[in-house]
């Protein structure tokens, strides 16, 4: 569907039944606070998810962050560039230093400046930077309570992206249940802490991706006949400070990180 010019265009995908649910009183008026950026297509609870998902991808919206990187970064730069960096800093637990916003990223430092220019001094994993602006640009600054959720009982989490446990989960198992011991690895070069086990697991580790958003994963080996699993837990918090697709690409990339990781480890040993 291409891009909507006009509020009608977008009027034509509703259920025009002006329910309010979205906190608008009529479907129109929905329509036009989507065209003005106010209000997100999603926020109609009503929508069929493939109407959301074909929309968000051809209009450039921030929840398709994982199919419209380019568009979505080119767009988040011009944003940046005209908030305050130093209140940002305060609100994402991040510090203001030299012109930049200063965030820590599995413990690395990531930076933006007022220009909306990234910079590190690491490679920079595509992954990392659609989320670290989203973040700087939306999130509440709501501090982890300590309540940990599963991907799916995010709002939004299990309709728009139903891959998360194959994609994510399932594909962090394989490399865990060949090489338990990178959790080790990935707590000394990420900054991560081992915690306390978590739901009966025999590993709970937790990453900070973000500053105010921590990642908990928790891995159960096999068991008498019982398969092993692996879960990735966020704090309760997670939507407030981010989009749920740019949730969906926090794990999606922990994944990548694992496996590669899990290639080095393995050429280490074939070596050895
Ligand atoms: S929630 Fe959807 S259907 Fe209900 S008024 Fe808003 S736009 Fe219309």
Not at 168 to 180: L, P, R, S
Not at 192 to 198: L, P, T
Not at 200 to 215: A, E, G, H, R, T
């Amino acid at each position: 569907m291409p891009a909507p010019k006009n509020a009608m265009e977008i009027f034509k995908l509703l259920d025009k039944s002006n329910c309010r649910d979205c906190g608008e009183k009529t479907c129109l008026a929905f329509a036009g606070a989507v065209l003005r950026g106010q209000k997100r297509i999603d926020q109609c609870p009503r929508l069929d998810p493939g109407v959301v998902e074909r929309f968000s991808r051809d209009s450039g919206d921030p929840s398709m962050i994982e199919t419209n990187r380019e568009e979505f970064l080119a767009m988040v730069k011009q944003k940046i560039a005209g908030i305050n960096l130093v209140s940002a800093a305060e609100r994402t637990g991040g510090r203001f230093q030299n012109g930049r916003l200063i965030l820590k990223i599995l413990g690395k430092d990531f930076s933006v400046d007022a220009q909306g220019i990234f910079h590190s001094d690491i490679h920079v994993n595509p992954w990392v930077a659609a989320p670290f602006f989203d973040y700087v640009l939306n999130s509440h600054g709501i501090s982890p309570t300590g309540q940990w959720v599963s991907f799916r009982e995010l709002k939004n989490g299990k309709d728009r992206y139903p891959l998360f446990q194959k994609r994510c989960e399932e594909a962090m198992k394989q490399v865990a249940d060949t090489h338990t011991d990178l959790f080790d690895d990935v707590v000394h070069m990420f900054s991560g802490r081992q915690v306390q086990r978590q739901f009966q697991s025999d590993i709970s580790v937790v990453l900070y991706p973000l500053p105010k958003v921590p990642v908990m994963i928790c891995y159960w080996r096999p068991d008498e006949g019982i398969d092993s699993s692996l879960n990735i837990f966020f704090d309760e918090t997670v939507v407030r400070n981010l989009d749920i697709g740019s949730v969906f690409s926090i794990g999606a990339g922990l994944t990548q990180m694992f496996q590669k990781l899990a290639l080095r480890h393995g050429f280490v040993e074939a070596a050895g």
